[in-house]
């Protein structure tokens, strides 16, 4: 049983459009929400991260946006790039001690922009 | 610059073999964690370690153990090999601290049992 739900599992964009990848999760104990980047023969990188404080955070043109009473949350690559071609994971963990930063991720999705 | 290393890219063994993954990282992180990932199915984690010989069962622990004897350094052990645990398998680690510190990976090892 998946906590953290993903879609879609592989999207195709022209260069310069919009990637949007969504989740959803059921725990509402998690509150730390990251996304990971991984590129073919190597392992996911932090990209981007938010917490249910906020609705919207924003780096360059990577965002995530945050719907605490849906209990989903989505990733935003505006202006996609060719560079941009990766699998993307959503994930959540809860922020305390115990939990030993242990991260839920969701299934990914592969995004591959044409130039 | 941080660094987790996977011992090898690349392995393959045979049914019932023992097999030991290694990874190290050089960042004096207190967690190390151990993933398997597969398509559709994410990175599903199989133990954790947040201290020299501590270690947590994750969500997919059957089948595996795992050893930390030294902070920088986690083995996942398969103790019998079988063809289920074909698969690209994960290493990570990070900081304990205040908030949630960013998990760092190394870049796989692909195991393939015959």
């Known amino acids: 049983q998946q906590q953290v739900k993903q879609s879609p599992q592989s999207l195709i964009v022209q260069k310069g459009g919009i990637s949007i990848i969504n989740c959803a999760y059921e725990n509402t104990a998690f509150d730390y929400f990251p996304w990971y980047q991984q590129f073919p023969g190597k392992g996911p990188a932090l990209l981007i991260a938010?917490?249910?404080?906020?609705s919207e955070k924003k780096e360059g043109r990577f965002t995530i946006s945050f719907n605490k009473s849906a209990k989903q949350f989505s990733l935003h690559i505006m202006d996609s790039q060719p560079g941009d071609s990766a699998t993307y994971f959503c994930a959540a963990s809860r922020s305390f001690k115990a939990a030993g930063n242990k991260l839920t991720f969701g299934g990914g999705t592969r995004v591959l922009v044409k130039p | 610059d941080v660094k987790v290393t996977q011992s090898s890219r690349y392995l393959v063994k045979r049914t019932g073999e023992k097999v030991f993954l290694e990874c190290v990282q050089d960042m004096d992180h207190e967690n190390m964690f151990w993933y398997r990932q597969d398509p559709g199915l994410g990175l599903r984690l199989i133990y954790f370690s947040y201290d020299v010989k501590m270690k947590e069962k994750g969500d997919i622990p059957e089948g595996y153990s795992v050893s930390r004897e030294k902070k920088e350094r986690f083995s996942l052990i398969l103790e019998s090999a079988s063809t289920n645990q074909t698969s690209m398998y994960l290493c990570?680690?990070?900081?304990?601290?205040?908030?949630?510190?960013?998990?760092?990976f190394g870049d796989g090892t692909r195991l393939s049992i015959l």
């Open positions: 990570a680690s990070s900081l304990e601290g205040q908030g949630n510190q960013p998990q760092h």
């Open positions: 938010i917490r249910p404080d906020v």
